[in-house]
């Protein structure tokens, strides 16, 4: 067990905004930071991290919790590994107890487990000749420490006797009653440190899935992990770029052919995980996902998310084949390298491969089109020179002129958040929110999270408030409600009132909020007055009241005149 002391004291000396800022740009409002949440994709910032209370928590998702948490749930390691790493970045040494035995246990485990498939290999005289065909030499073979599992492989079972591994551990490790991976090629997986931690599993033969990964594991996550990590990311922080793949032998054939800073996913689609790793070595991606339909659907989705986490991003271009390993198997190490050196950028690819599925000489299908697109404007507006290109390659594939395209883009985008479909035509992209204005209850509530001296200084009744934000502020009066406090449906109102605001409230916003919160508090006094006019039987008291009305009544528009 780590002591509690040392913890606190890690806790304590790792700065949250200095740790989360490695992973997220994150920007000064008030007292505290914001940023778009780095665990799920959104284009408007809902994450905040909290100095004062040393803590991070997102509007969107609810993610939240301190910076040992932050670093766990984003690297998807283990608490205590997340304290270990912590603590070696303030000088602090970590002594593991239980939990560091088992992860122990389990490299020993895989280690040998792989000596066993390796062996199993070398005496399997036709899945060599597979390799062969496939262009493998034997040098290449013992390089990538390919092994074999053979039919009822109790492979596994056989080395957790020998380690004295339990029928539960074996389990947590991955495996049960038998060797998922019988009949297949094996392809170790390593962590970032070159320790084998999973495996992939080609089949030989007919059957279904061709390609098997381990399930995940305390300390596999395909959410995380990329293939050939920790051979690649040298030579990414070398080149400064990095090229990603869908599968094993994509990513084998770039570095057979020498280009040896390309990694590949799981099973699994590119992760903010994934980028999250990528980006302390590299702001430049290159995409190699298959050509086919589920490729490009992947690099559609990876291009939205790499943009909004500032990367930029070229697209390979296959030609000649349905992915890396196709074409380096047919043709050769220069015909992988002329994919590159064509690559083209994410506007190409978006608009291109958008236009397939429209006729665009049809006027209802060039319409269909635009509208498909014009969401694509918000998301590569957070790039100056995305954007241009984004308008010159689509006024060219439509023949729109430049200045026309944009605002047709522009008034199809206004009307899908507006909620209505500008062309009349059936499509799920026209659902869409009212445009939100703020109100002075989003302002308040901004300033409770993000300026909370200055709404130290605001005095208001709860009750003079509308909707929700009475609720909000009859909870939040001793300025000490955290956001994971709050209950999922009141979470989700304080959101949707943060994102209306992007902005630093100045001098002239409070005053505004000031005055409007003088105004309120007059009205509910004059509708309390005129509740007891109603009521009174006494003409002199109604003659008191009223007076009193005249004159709040008079202060309420000194008031409204002093905000013209």
């Avoid at 084949?321 to 190409?348: C, F, H, N, R, V």
Wanted: one cysteine or more; aromatic letters at 12%; proline letters at 3%.
């Amino acid at each position: 067990m780590i002591s509690r002391d040392i913890i606190e004291k890690i806790r304590e000396k790792n700065d949250i905004v200095e740790v989360i800022s490695e992973y997220v740009s994150l920007q000064k409002v008030g007292a505290n930071y914001r940023g778009l949440c780095p665990f799920h994709l959104e284009t408007s910032p809902s994450f905040y991290v909290s100095p004062s209370k040393n803590m991070y928590h997102c509007f969107g998702c609810g993610a939240s919790g301190d910076v040992i948490k932050f670093v766990q749930e984003i690297e998807n390691i283990s608490y205590t590994e997340a304290i270990k790493k912590l603590g070696e970045r303030v000088g602090i040494d970590v002594t593991f107890g239980e939990e560091d035995e088992k992860r122990k246990l389990y490299y020993t485990f895989y280690k040998q487990l792989h000596q066993e498939y390796i062996a199993a290999l070398r005496n399997s005289q036709n899945i060599l000749e597979y390799l062969y065909k496939r262009g493998f030499s034997e040098r290449e073979i013992s390089l990538y420490e390919f092994g074999f599992s053979p039919a009822n492989s109790q492979f596994p079972q056989k080395i957790a006797q020998k380690l004295n591994i339990s029928k539960e551990e074996l389990q947590n490790f991955g495996f049960l009653n038998s060797d998922p991976f019988s009949g297949r090629i094996i392809i170790p997986i390593k962590d970032d440190y070159g320790r084998v931690i999973a495996f992939g599993g080609r089949l030989v033969g007919e059957g279904v899935p061709k390609y098997l990964n381990s399930q995940d594991t305390l300390v596999f996550k395909k959410s995380w992990a990329l293939f050939m990590f920790d051979q690649a990311r040298e030579y990414i922080k070398n080149v400064d770029y990095v090229i990603i793949c869908e599968g094993y032998f994509d990513a084998l054939a770039f570095h057979r052919a020498g280009i040896k800073n390309t990694v590949a996913t799981l099973g699994t689609a590119l992760t903010k995980s994934h980028v999250y790793k990528l980006k302390k070595y590299t702001k430049n991606i290159l995409l190699a996902f298959d050509s086919d339909n589920a490729g490009i659907k992947a690099t559609l989705k990876s291009i939205e998310m790499l943009i909004l986490e500032g990367f930029n991003i070229a697209i390979a271009k296959f030609k000649d084949g349905k992915d890396a390993d196709e074409i380096y198997q047919k043709y050769g190490s220069e015909k992988l390298l002329k994919s590159l050196e064509e690559a083209i950028g994410p506007e190409t690819f978006v608009v291109e491969n958008l236009a397939k599925d429209y006729d665009l000489k049809n006027p209802n299908g060039m319409n269909t089109f635009l509208q498909s697109i014009s969401s694509w404007t918000k998301i590569f507006s957070f790039n100056p020179v995305s954007i241009e290109k984004f308008y010159d390659v689509t006024s060219e594939v439509t023949n729109i002129d430049k200045k026309d395209l944009i605002e047709k883009l522009n008034a199809s985008e206004k009307l899908k958040i507006e909620g209505k479909n500008p062309y009349n035509t059936k499509s799920s992209l026209s659902d869409g929110k009212k445009i939100r204005i703020a109100s002075t209850e989003d302002y308040l509530i901004y300033i409770y999270y993000n300026y909370p001296d200055i709404f130290k200084t605001l005095s208001f009744n709860p009750d003079i408030l509308e909707g929700k934000a009475r609720e909000f502020f009859l909870i939040a009066k001793d300025l000490n409600v955290l956001p994971e406090q709050l209950s999922k449906d009141m979470a989700q109102f304080v959101k949707e009132s943060i994102e209306k605001i992007d902005m630093e409230v100045d001098d002239k916003v409070l005053d505004y909020i000031k005055k409007d919160l003088e105004v309120r508090t007059l009205e509910r006094r004059i509708s309390e007055i005129d509740e007891l006019i109603k009521k009174s039987k006494s003409e002199d008291e109604k003659k008191i009241l009223l007076k009193a009305r005249i004159e709040l009544i008079k202060q309420k528009q000194k008031i409204r005149r002093s905000s013209i």
